[in-house]
């Protein structure tokens, strides 16, 4: 299977990201897998999970209106969010990586995010990155 793969946190930029490839799995015809991914541990509580589940239930309902074939993960097994997009990009057969991308200051663009370098870095397809509207 071939899909689009994208990395969805609820921010700005996550919404710009999975914007985008909602769009790009339009364009090429292909199942939209959407993914967020949390390290656990005792800052995600049960909070933090109910918070996570009712964008996600948010985000399921907007694909399923619009008629987007998906595929919504919400992954919470103690691994840094790039191991988890990496893996799921290679089990689905991803054409494609889209993640959104946090604008920086100018001491900020020297250290990118290590999730997003690690990102652009390994994948072995290609990555669309995107910034969030400007607000």
Do not use: C
Request: net charge neutral; aromatic share 2%.
């Amino acid at each position: 299977m071939s899909a689009v793969v994208v990395g969805f946190v609820p921010t700005p930029e996550g919404r710009a990201a999975l914007r985008r490839a909602t769009e790009e799995a339009g364009l090429r015809g292909m199942k939209l897998v959407v993914v967020t991914s949390r390290r656990g541990g005792r800052e995600y509580d049960s909070a933090a999970a109910a918070a996570d589940q009712e964008a996600l239930d948010g985000v399921r309902r907007e694909l399923q209106t619009a008629g987007v074939e998906h595929d919504v993960r919400h992954l919470v097994r103690g691994r840094e969010p790039a191991e988890d997009l990496l893996e799921v990009t290679g089990e689905v057969g991803g054409a494609v990586l889209v993640i959104g991308m946090r604008r920086r200051t100018p001491v900020g663009k020297l250290l990118m995010g290590s999730n997003a370098q690690r990102i652009l870095l390994e994948a072995e397809v290609p990555v669309l990155t995107v910034k969030a509207d400007p607000e």
